[in-house]
């Protein structure tokens, strides 16, 4: 059975940084393209950040770009986001993703999520 488990969720203060994790299994994630995309309260889900499945393609929306860093490790079957310089606006539950090819392209597989609290 697919599934994405993200972790390193938190509370921190505005200009911290935080660094969430997501592990992959019950596929070869290594062949997919895999992302984040995060969702405040009372709004839509979002893309954040595409990574290629060979790392070398990284794609990021313009609210993030400059301060997130999407990396992944496919021995591991792991991908993450460094998170920095954060804003309160960063506040959401961040979701990862697998198997899509853009921000317009919906996911075929999703995380539970991980709920991120920036304090201004």
């Known amino acids: 059975q697919a599934q994405l488990v993200e972790s390193g969720g938190g509370v921190v203060q505005a200009g911290g940084s935080l660094r969430l994790s997501c592990a992959a299994s019950?596929?070869?994630?290594?062949?997919?393209?895999m992302g984040w995309f995060r969702q405040s309260p009372g709004k839509e889900r979002v893309f954040v950040a595409l990574?290629?499945?060979?790392?070398?393609?990284?794609i990021y929306s313009d609210s993030v770009k400059g301060r997130f860093t999407i990396s992944r490790d496919n021995a591991k079957d792991v991908v993450y986001l460094q998170m920095n310089s954060l804003k309160p606006e960063d506040t959401a539950v961040y979701y990862c993703?697998?198997?899509?090819?853009?921000?317009?392209?919906?996911?075929?597989?999703w995380g539970q999520g991980t709920q991120v609290t920036v304090s201004s």
């Open positions: 993703a697998a198997d899509f090819s853009s921000e317009y392209d919906p996911p075929s597989y």
């Open positions: 019950g596929r070869p994630f290594s062949n997919y393209a």
């Open positions: 990574i290629g499945w060979s790392g070398n393609t990284t």
